[in-house]
């Protein structure tokens, strides 16, 4: 069954919707993956496996070093949820599970997903 949003609760959270096929999300996983490790205990990273194999994901995760958990979503349920026609996706959930901002743009670098983070769940992460 899906995961319901508001059940990541407790921290705020940076939820990234990327496959291994798509491109732009390889370009921002290593920014994500350098956020997990400067955001710790302050906010949460988990990635979102979308319209992919867990097998490919998997791989790749190991080849790559990332070091934050993901979700699976093979048939791209939480896309279609968010009303998104592509990826990659960053959704940043309020520490009460709420919906604070989804972004879908450029590739996200360590300075946009910083902002992103700062202005959308007030945290600061350097």
Same mark, same amino acid.
């Given at each position: 069954?899906?995961?319901?949003?508001?059940?990541?609760?407790?921290?705020?959270?940076?939820?990234?919707?990327?496959?291994?096929?798509?491109?732009?999300? /390889?370009?921002? %996983?290593?920014?994500?993956? +350098?956020?997990? +490790?400067?955001?710790?205990?302050?906010?949460?990273?988990?990635?979102?496996?979308?319209?992919?194999?867990?097998?490919?994901?998997?791989?790749?995760?190991?080849?790559?070093?990332?070091?934050?958990?993901?979700?699976?979503? +093979?048939?791209?349920?939480?896309?279609?949820?968010? +009303? /998104?026609?592509?990826?990659?996706?960053?959704? %940043?959930?309020?520490?009460?599970?709420?919906?604070?901002?989804?972004?879908?743009? /450029?590739?996200?670098?360590?300075?946009?997903?910083?902002?992103?983070? /700062?202005d959308g769940l007030g945290v600061d992460v350097g």
């Amino acid at each position: 069954p899906p995961l319901p949003l508001r059940r990541l609760t407790g921290t705020p959270t940076v939820l990234n919707l990327w496959a291994t096929w798509c491109a732009p999300c /390889r370009d921002e %996983l290593p920014a994500l993956a +350098r956020l997990h +490790r400067a955001g710790a205990g302050k906010v949460r990273v988990l990635g979102v496996v979308t319209q992919d194999s867990a097998g490919a994901a998997v791989s790749y995760a190991a080849d790559t070093g990332l070091p934050f958990p993901s979700l699976e979503d +093979r048939d791209g349920e939480l896309l279609r949820a968010l +009303r /998104r026609p592509a990826l990659p996706v960053t959704v %940043l959930l309020a520490a009460d599970g709420a919906v604070a901002k989804v972004y879908q743009g /450029r590739p996200l670098t360590d300075a946009t997903l910083r902002d992103l983070v /700062r202005d959308g769940l007030g945290v600061d992460v350097g």
